[in-house]
């Protein structure tokens, strides 16, 4: 593409935000410059430099906005805080857009409610309309998109982990306990981020031992073909990637005839399922709810259904709340009530809920390598800092992003402290048969 040709998309596709969305048009008009979301920012905390400057950031698409979509930027150009677009400008874009996290922590702060992380989307949705988008993020969105996960593991391989997780927990407790697989019918289809069977799995094993304990284990499946609920469409900008990626999962909860989609611990995926599955949204009414297993263990837990012997969690724990499930979805007593009942020491990071610091690597960092030096010592700053406060020796995550990036920031800076689901705590202090598991190391 030309560089001319460049210009006229990326001013095309800016002046379109004043036919869309109204919340996105209003953020172009209302900022007072206060800088309440720079104060308040885990990457700008952790370099005050300009392109962190969540204001500045956002700067980017409002002043052209202002220079092409308002009378006020046509006639007084940059007095009116209007800027055009200089061609070229989107190769410094990608560095701008990509060091957000999207964590939304300035739009519970800032006055009028702006949400930089809205714009921030619409800046990677132009990237990737250019074709300019991180290889990393392509990768990740690509194999799902072909294989239904964003390991892109086959049919065959996620069925050798389901029978090596089984053959685990029948050590663990001496019975068999079960992870049925492509069960039409079952009235809970499991849909928790792919890491979360091959990477770390007990966050799944420790679901399959609340089915068990319930007298449940023939109630819930799991799909050997779409088991990953995981969707970087929703970081990369691309709406249709995204609502492509989602498909999978519907199509397949419709084939199960499940009653329940039953997502996993991973906040975005959450998201993405239970907001466009809303009336009127992308797929309209369907014979299905959407819940999370968060949700549904906490709820056994207040009903008295489970048992557990909290001297098997003994260390020090706390909670690092998701910010997709914290801000966007308000999930979180849940995983607060999970850890409260299956550990002995449970402490609060502050702030925390929806005012809880972001890890430093949403929206898709975690998976950069590239910028692995600022995600360590920039955007997961404050985290670390906050994980240190509370002296825990274990830090939960319902997220698989959220756990890959602080298990890096605990080993770069020295922190003897592991990283690891909600429901593995609970795994490994869950009674079975009067029994918790034999194994319950963690460090």
């Not at 090596?164 to 492509?182: R, T, Y």
Request: hydrophobic share 35%; glycine share 8%; charged share 25%.
């Amino acid at each position: 593409m030309s560089e001319k040709s460049e210009k006229q998309e990326v001013i095309s596709q800016i002046t379109a935000i004043d036919k869309g969305p109204r919340a996105l048009k209003l953020y172009m008009e209302i900022c007072a410059r206060c800088g309440t979301c720079a104060s308040v920012c885990p990457v700008y905390f952790g370099e005050p430099s300009a392109k962190y400057n969540p204001v500045l950031r956002s700067d980017l698409i409002r002043s052209i906005f202002k220079k092409h979509a308002t009378t006020t930027g046509k006639l007084l150009g940059v007095l009116a805080g209007a800027h055009d677009y200089t061609e070229g400008e989107i190769k410094e874009w990608v560095d701008w857009f990509y060091s957000c996290t999207g964590c939304r922590r300035c739009a519970t702060y800032c006055p009028f409610g702006i949400d930089n992380s809205v714009i921030t989307r619409k800046g990677r949705a132009i990237i990737d309309k250019l074709g300019l988008t991180p290889e990393t993020m392509l990768k990740v969105i690509k194999t799902s998109l072909a294989t239904g996960n964003t390991d892109g593991a086959s049919p065959e391989a996620f069925r050798a982990a389901v029978a090596f997780l089984e053959e685990e927990m029948k050590e663990e407790h001496g019975v068999d306990i079960k992870i049925p697989i492509d069960v039409e019918g079952a009235e809970y289809f499991y849909v928790p981020p792919s890491g979360d069977v091959l990477v770390n799995p007990e966050a799944t094993t420790g679901l399959a031992k609340v089915f068990h304990a319930l007298g449940m284990a023939d109630k819930w499946t799991m799909s050997s073909c779409f088991f990953d609920g995981a969707n970087y469409g929703l970081f990369t900008g691309n709406d249709a990637d995204m609502k492509a990626d989602n498909k999978h999962c519907v199509d397949e909860a419709k084939k199960l005839k499940c009653k329940v989609m039953l997502m996993g611990e991973c906040g975005h995926a959450y998201r993405i399922m239970k907001m466009m599955m809303e009336p009127g949204k992308w797929w309209g009414d369907l014979p299905f709810k959407v819940m999370n297993c968060m949700e549904f263990t906490a709820e056994q837990i207040k009903a008295g259904r489970l048992k557990f012997d909290k001297n098997k969690n003994p260390d020090p724990v706390t909670y690092h709340d998701p910010c997709n499930f914290a801000r966007s979805c308000g999930i979180v007593e849940e995983p607060r009530a999970i850890l409260k009942a299956t550990c002995l020491d449970y402490r609060e990071m502050s702030p925390n809920r929806g005012e809880n610091w972001c890890c430093g690597g949403g929206a898709g960092l975690s998976a950069m390598d590239s910028i692995y030096e600022f995600r360590m010592n920039v955007s997961g700053k404050k985290k670390v800092e906050q994980t240190k406060a509370t002296g825990a020796k274990y830090v939960a995550a319902a997220c698989s992003n959220c756990k890959r990036q602080l298990t890096q920031l605990m080993e770069f800076h020295g922190e003897k402290v592991a990283v690891g689901g909600v429901h593995d705590m609970l795994s490994r202090s869950i009674l079975i048969n009067g029994k918790a598991a034999v194994r319950t190391d963690y460090l």
